[in-house]
């Protein structure tokens, strides 16, 4: 089987793609971070396939587009890659930064998605939902505007797609550079309270162990078994189920 993983040089983008490889599947590995991307590669060798690409911007975006159609099918693709949100106060953002965490959360895995339609006919399309998307963090208002945007776009998207099957998955508290970010500002608020307590309580995990139980949904849940669930949180026992 041969996935797309965008993101796939830190956190959960390289934690799936990794898992994917180890597990003998072809990896098509999208990342601006070339450095990271070859080291990559030369951890799972030629199940890996890098394409340094910056998503935000449409150069980057043709360059996985022409990868995927010269290869003909896709069985699935990964939408990991999202942006540094800053943690900051609402009256802080930025108006252009807003636009450009919009655009890689929401505008791209739409231009990915229908540029590469036919090829991901009968395959699965996964986002990286958050618990973000539908409680305020904060202090940290701009993750929450961009995963509730990312959030309906993905809704959108498996109301509408009828080629491919949609999967929102829920990771919780993973130890992110996104999550790193929050636990090292000296900012005081509830949301980076709410991190350093999970990080004392050891409830943050590691990116491997959610690539694992994202891995296994690509590749081990049925048809059948997608059908009955809008989404897969990994916090919820009855949903770790492989």
Known sequence: MLFIVTGASSGIGLAVASDLALRHHDVIAVARNADRLNSLKSSCG???????????????????????????????????????????SYRNLQADEVQADLNIHVAVPISLNNALEDELAGGRILYIDSYSANNLRVGWSGY???KAAAQMAARSAA??????????????AVLTPL??????????????????????????????????????ILVSASDKQLEVRDIWDFNNPDDRIF
């Not at 043709?62 to 942006?83: N, P």
């Not at 109301?159 to 829920?170: C, G, L, N, P, Q």
């Open 46 to 88: 030629d199940h890996v396939q890098i394409v340094p690409a910056d998503l935000s911007n449409e150069t980057g975006r043709i360059s996985v587009i022409e990868k995927a159609k010269s290869i003909g099918k896709v069985d699935g693709i990964v939408h990991a890659a999202g942006s540094l949100v800053a943690p900051t």
């Open 144 to 146: 929450s505007i961009a």
């Open 159 to 172: 109301a509408e797609i009828t080629k491919s099957t949609v999967i929102r998955v829920f990771p919780g």
């Open 179 to 216: 999550v790193k970010t929050v636990l090292s500002t000296s900012q005081s608020s509830p949301t980076s309270k709410m991190f350093k307590d999970m990080q004392s309580n050891g409830t943050i995990v590691e990116p491997h162990v959610v690539g694992e139980f994202i891995s296994d």
